[in-house]
């Protein structure tokens, strides 16, 4: 079973600038996670999609951050612009729904300048 | 809302015994999770609690107690690999599909 596909895996970008990271779930998996993971603390949970539609986005930040899974597939996840403390781990995790535990991809490491 | 706290670092001796402890404050619960984070690496799913009581798997353990809003890890027989940062995750209201909230993490240092 293939697991969570995320691209790139490191982006440079200089402030103001936007970025885009890109999410393809384990196959069947309804339940889509973007989380922020700033070096030494624990995963924030940005968005929680569940198939096409958004279950939670309490702690993404509107004015810049953006995410959408049209088909209830892959998403993607947008920062414009972005911001010197954006720096961080971007993570994707997926969960059957019916299962317990939410499976990560390798994340993408965004470094503003 | 939702508090996680668990302690940032902890150091213990290979072949010892460790027990990470986790305490939470939720507006609803569903589940308990632990996954363990390599350095430069994605979490991975090392337990899953929903019930009072303890579920043992190999050489880690992980108990929880719904009525005190705590849960512990146990590592048993330490390995040098098993140093890493290990998170306490809760999942909120919705059932299945609630929201999965994570602690800051405890990062394990294991010494020879």
């Known amino acids: 079973e293939a697991g969570v596909a995320q691209s790139p895996r490191y982006k440079i970008i200089e402030k103001r600038q936007s970025v885009a990271f890109w999410c393809n779930p384990i196959?069947?998996?309804?339940?889509l996670y973007w989380y922020q993971q700033i070096l030494g603390q624990g995963p924030k949970l940005l968005i929680q999609?569940?198939?096409?539609?958004?279950?939670?986005d309490s702690q993404l930040p509107k004015d810049r951050f953006s995410a959408e899974r049209l088909k209830g597939v892959d998403s993607t996840l947008k920062i414009q612009p972005a911001k010197l403390e954006d720096s961080a781990v971007y993570l994707c995790a997926s969960s059957s729904g019916e299962g317990a535990e939410a499976f990560f991809g390798q994340g993408t490491r965004l470094t503003v300048v | 809302g939702q508090n996680i706290d668990q302690p940032t670092e902890m150091t213990a001796t290979e072949g010892a015994i460790v027990q990470i402890n986790c305490t939470y404050q939720t507006s609803g619960f569903n589940g308990l999770f632990w996954y363990q984070q390599h350095a430069g690496e994605a979490p991975t799913f090392l337990s899953y609690?929903?019930?009072?009581g303890l579920e043992e798997k190999g050489r880690f353990s992980s108990f929880l107690s719904r009525s005190k809003g705590y849960s512990y890890l146990l590592l048993k027989e330490l390995q040098m690999k098993d140093s890493a940062s290990y998170l306490c995750a809760v999942r909120g209201p919705g059932g299945s599909q609630g929201n999965l909230i994570f602690g800051k993490g405890t990062k394990l240092s294991v010494k020879p």
């Open positions: 609690n929903v019930l009072d």
């Open positions: 999609f569940q198939n096409n539609g958004v279950v939670d």
């Open positions: 196959s069947g998996h309804a339940t």
